[in-house]
Structure formats: C-alpha cells, structure tokens
C-alpha cells in the first residue's frame, strides 16, 4: 500500500504458536495482505517458547490458513505474506533472551507493534524483558487482548505491570467486536442519519435488546471458564462495549479521547445492581443436556472435566437502566450465554407504540416500528415497518414489512472484514480510537463486581435450561415483568 502517512511496521506477536495466533492473527494477516493493505516493508515476527525455526513457523501458518480459511490459498498472495514471516525462540520469562530482538527488529525504520497473544500473567515479564534490551522507543505499541483481568483489582494491577513501560497512548486494548462492519456502521446509523438522531432518546423509544447467543459449549475450555462465567467472559466487555455505542452521546468528533469520554460518561451512569436488587435486575443460568440442530450435547456439568458442584453461570440476562437525561426510563435489556439455539448477535431498538390507532381493522394494538441491528452471522440492518396490503377492495389492510439493508447484498463489491482484520490494521495505523481506555476497562469493572459479589453474598444458584433454548423461563420473566418479550 503506497501511503506516506503510514509507518512500515515490525510486527511481533508474543504467543505466535498459539490458537489465538492460528486461529485469528495470522488468517486475519492474510486477508490484510490480500486487499494490499499491509505497507510493503512491515515485517512479522512469530515468538514463542517452543523450538522452531522461520521455516517451520511459515509452514505452520500454512497449515492453519488451510484449516480455517473458507476459501482456498491464494499461492501469490501467500507468497508475499510467507516473506514477511521469521520465528524466534524466546522464553518469555528470561529477560536476556530478549536480546535476539535486537537483530529482528529496526526502530529506525519501521514501528515496533508487540502483540501480546498470551496469557495476562506473562504480561509483566514481556515489558520488563522489551525494555531490558532496549528495542522500544516512543513510537512503539503493544497490543493486549481480553481478559485484562478477572476483577477491578486484577485488572488495575495487570494496567499498572503495562504502565511501568508503555505511556496509554501506547497501548491497544483490544475487544474484536468493535472491529466489526454493523458496530461501527452505529456511528453511521446514529450520527449521520437525521431520522435517527433526532429520535434516538427516551421520547421515541420504548426499550433497547442487545443479544449474544452461542450455540457452542465449553469446547475444553472448561477450568478456565469455570473460574470466568458469562458475566465475565462475556458481558463486561463485549455486550457492554455494545452499549456505550448504542446509548453514548455525540462525539465532538472521531477522534479517540472523544469517542472514549463518551462511552465512558454512560458507564458512569449505569444505575447500580446490587444485593438489595440483584434478584429482581439479573438472571443467571446453567445449560443441561439437549440438542443443537438436531445433535445431542451434554450438559455444562457433564462436559468434559467438570466440576459436578460447579454454579458458575453460562448464561446471563440483567435489566440496565442508564440514570441520564437521554435514557430515563428506558431499560436495556441484554442477554448472552452458551448451547443457544444458534449463533446470534443483534440489537433491538423498540419504538414506542402510537397512541392512537385507526387501523382497527389489521391489528387492534399498532405493533411499534423496530430497528433491528445484526452483527452477525449477517451483518445488516432491519427496519420493522407497517405498510398498506396493496389492493382496492374494502378497508385499508396492513401489514408488517421489513426494510432490509443486507451489507453483503448492498455492498456487493466491497470486502466484509471480521473484527481482528480492522483492529490490527488500526493496530499497525496507530489510530486508537477503536480500542478501549484503561478508564473504560475499570469502569466497566466496577459495575460488574458489584453484580458478582450481589451473586455471591446472596448464595444463588443459576436456573437451568435445556441447550438449544434460549435460557430459563427466568429470563422470560425479566421482561414480562415490565410488560414486554425478547425478540425472537
């Protein structure tokens, strides 16, 4: 890519024999490479524990383009990216073998992006190790995924261990949902479109759902999810990412410390859950054994591994109410969790219903209009609509319709990148604007602790659900409570 704005980039990724890396990094580095949007002198450095050299860390990236491709290898295109690759062998806990990073990389002529795909604890012994041997400088970056941290103080103290080395503006933390097309596309939608602008407050709508189902299980995760649950693994970052999209005020402009100061006004102004209301705001759940698209599958407590006294939650659904002028009296309703029916991931804008109706005729309550937002499996947008039966006999008919804005069907000649594809190329950009602050991370902390220990001082045990449905009848309740139903 010929752009003089852009730095060439060296590129190292720390956990480089990992699934993260094979399974995500280095397809999404193959798709970049694909639209020509890697800068022609930007290097790829693999480093991890294992003996291996370049040639066989190319190979491996080989073969995991072939397994998790959905298309096949263009040998051109791989071509160029292969010379891009190197490995070396680094223990990350010894900080003198950091020196072999010396001869790898070139401070004087590209910018050195460490991408840390590895577990939080090692986290402090890269930062110590990088500035040991002296390769960074104060255009260099690093890159650091979810989880940062377990709870408010875990996290302040992996953000300290990062701090000790990288100033914030250095730092890129990453949470994949925010690279994708219909996230993004919210900006769009909300701030570029007066129709919506203008009615995007409690005047207008009634109740937002945000949803993020899974089909899947555990998938021999199970140890480390038992210590997470879903309302860690899942709706402190990306659902509540979500939201500061979906609630947060204007931003001055696109810059990121205006995007961020946004999001982080509405994570201030989430009424707090807590043991006097936790019962009454939240639903925590337990899938048993049931069937996925026809297949049988154990129950979380028979899955592989398994703890049978276990109550951690694989499924979460909580009321959100935002105290501030534009969302008073507008409840939030999200809900994520695993062994769903399918893979889902959408927002629900409900309008408010009109007050007055002379349609009797077609429905005796006019159904309010809907937004509906799809992240994915298909990215789009669906505006839920009535419109008049077309005819000329008898009384106006009505009839539910759908606007449907389909981004593979409407941009059929632009490219659909997933999330890591968008945030490493912002990653290797130097533009922030899509990762979150330490701010952001501690802030959603906070709520979300207040939640855990509410569960934990009450005793609960999570309701259980059969897979394949989307929850208990608990979370049916939530909302019929307030007089209203989940999208289904």
């Known amino acids: 890519m010929k752009n003089q704005n852009y730095k060439p980039c060296d590129l190292v990724i720390y956990g480089a024999l990992g699934d993260l890396s094979k399974r995500k990094l280095l397809i999404s580095l193959y798709r970049l490479e694909k639209s020509n949007l890697l800068e022609a002198d930007t290097r790829i450095i693999g480093v991890d524990r294992l003996e291996e050299t370049s040639t066989g860390f190319i190979e491996i990236a080989h073969n995991s383009l072939t397994e998790h491709l959905n298309t096949p290898i263009d040998e051109e295109i791989w071509g160029r990216l292969s010379n891009r690759l190197s490995y070396l062998k680094i223990d990350l806990t010894q900080p003198e073998q950091y020196l072999q990073l010396n001869a790898a990389v070139d401070p004087e002529k590209r910018v050195m992006v460490n991408y840390f795909a590895v577990a939080p604890f090692l986290f402090k012994s890269i930062c110590q190790g990088l500035q040991s041997c002296g390769v960074l400088t104060a255009e260099s970056r690093m890159v650091m995924e979810k989880p940062i941290g377990h709870d408010l103080k875990s996290s302040k103290e992996i953000n300290d261990v990062v701090e000790e080395v990288f100033h914030e503006d250095q730092v890129y933390r990453i949470d994949h949902y925010l690279g994708k097309e219909t996230v993004l596309n919210l900006l769009a939608l909300r701030f570029a479109n007066s129709i919506f602008t203008t009615n995007w407050n409690h005047n207008t709508i009634d109740h937002i759902q945000i949803t993020v189902g899974e089909d899947i299980g555990i998938e021999g995760r199970w140890e480390y999810f038992d210590k997470t649950g879903q309302l860690r693994d899942m709706l402190q970052n990306h659902l509540l990412q979500i939201l500061t999209f979906v609630a947060m005020e204007p931003p001055a402009d696109l810059e990121a410390e205006s995007i961020h100061m946004e999001k982080i006004k509405v994570l201030k102004a989430l009424r707090p859950i ?164 330490r701010e952001e991370i501690e802030q959603a902390w906070a709520w979300v602790d207040s939640i855990q220990d509410a569960w934990a001082q009450n005793h609960s045990a999570p309701k259980s659900y059969p897979a394949g449905s989307w929850g208990p009848i608990a979370s049916v309740a939530l909302l019929a409570r307030d007089g209203r139903a989940w999208e289904e």
């Open 274 to 437: 807590t043991v006097r209301n936790v019962e009454e705001k939240t639903v925590r759940g337990q899938y048993t054994a049931g069937f996925i698209k026809g297949a049988a599958v154990p129950g979380y407590l028979e899955e592989e591994g398994a703890n049978k006294e276990s109550t951690t939650e694989s499924f979460v659904a909580i009321r959100v109410d935002i105290d501030n002028w534009r969302w008073a009296g507008v409840p939030f309703y999200m809900r994520t969790g695993k062994r769903m029916p399918n893979k889902r991931t959408e927002i629900v804008v409900n309008f408010k219903q009109l007050p007055h109706n002379i349609f009797k005729d077609s429905f005796r309550d006019l159904p309010a209009n809907k937004l509906v937002i799809h992240l994915q499996p298909n990215e789009g947008v669906d505006v839920v609509m009535l419109n008049k039966v077309p005819g000329i006999d008898g009384n106006i008919k009505l009839q539910q319709t759908k606007l449907d804005l389909s981004f593979s069907e409407t941009f059929k000649k632009n490219s659909i990148f997933g999330g890591y594809e968008k945030l490493i190329l912002e990653a290797l950009r130097g533009n922030t604007t899509l990762f979150l602050s």
